[in-house]
């Protein structure tokens, strides 16, 4: 039985892990976990590791075509139904990068549209410029297009959770000696 732990860096909050063995074509096994894909061998040593936390296509399961030597990733945990395919003769078989499909690719280019149609809208004569502003909690800056929009303005906030390791010299000019506060709590694992 082969025991693998992953790395640190790559921990991710409700990630989801799918592995398969990929034997008789390789003698590895590979799995998922979040947006990392690992290739260890058969005892557990990692041999190659790819893809991004929280990025690329994250599969509902890994199932190996061991007649066509093809790893086969189901769907998308977002909400997709395409099946995806490694070419295990590749000696870089895990390297490939899938673009979604199917019913992911149709949800992309749905909210594409409602970002286009937002960007086009006019309101009508009779409804005022809102008096609030409206917050929208992301580390993204506003676009360009979007401040050419003349609707209500727009505070961006960043949401921030500290953490031990969290320099404080900010939050102290904010909050005062409050911010020095450490978490009393045992370490989470």
Same mark, same amino acid.
């Given at each position: 039985?082969?025991?693998?732990?992953?790395?640190?860096?790559?921990?991710?909050?409700?990630?989801?892990?799918?592995?398969?063995?990929?034997?008789?074509?390789?003698?590895?096994?590979?799995?998922?976990?979040?947006?990392?894909?690992?290739?260890?061998?058969?005892?557990?040593?990692?041999?190659? /590791?790819?893809?991004?936390?929280?990025?690329? @296509?994250?599969?509902? $399961?890994? +199932?190996?075509?061991?007649?066509? =030597? !093809?790893?086969?990733?189901?769907?998308?945990?977002?909400?997709?139904?395409?099946?995806?395919?490694?070419?295990?003769?590749?000696?870089?078989?895990?390297?490939?990068?899938?673009?979604?499909?199917?019913?992911?690719?149709?949800?992309?280019?749905?909210?594409?549209?409602?970002?286009?149609?937002?960007?086009?809208?006019?309101?009508?004569?009779?409804?005022?410029?809102?008096?609030?502003?409206?917050?929208?909690? /992301?580390?993204?800056?506003?676009?360009?297009? @979007?401040?050419?929009? $003349?609707? +209500?303005?727009?505070?961006?906030? =960043? !949401?921030?959770?500290?953490?031990?390791?969290?320099?404080?010299?900010?939050?102290?000019?904010?909050?005062?000696?409050?911010?020095?506060?450490?978490?009393?709590?045992?370490?989470?694992?």
């Amino acid at each position: 039985i082969a025991k693998f732990i992953g790395s640190h860096k790559h921990k991710q909050r409700y990630a989801h892990v799918y592995g398969q063995s990929l034997q008789p074509v390789r003698d590895e096994v590979a799995f998922q976990y979040g947006g990392i894909l690992y290739v260890t061998d058969t005892e557990g040593k990692l041999l190659q /590791t790819g893809g991004e936390k929280h990025r690329g @296509v994250i599969f509902n $399961d890994l +199932a190996l075509d061991a007649r066509n =030597k !093809q790893l086969l990733g189901g769907g998308q945990i977002g909400g997709d139904n395409t099946v995806y395919r490694f070419d295990l003769s590749d000696s870089d078989w895990w390297k490939t990068e899938h673009q979604l499909s199917g019913r992911g690719a149709e949800v992309e280019q749905n909210l594409e549209m409602l970002y286009e149609q937002a960007l086009n809208f006019k309101a009508p004569d009779y409804q005022s410029k809102s008096s609030k502003e409206w917050v929208m909690l /992301t580390s993204i800056r506003e676009l360009p297009e @979007v401040e050419k929009l $003349d609707f +209500a303005d727009i505070q961006f906030v =960043k !949401q921030v959770s500290m953490q031990e390791n969290t320099p404080r010299d900010e939050l102290v000019s904010v909050v005062g000696e409050m911010a020095l506060k450490r978490d009393g709590r045992m370490r989470y694992d």
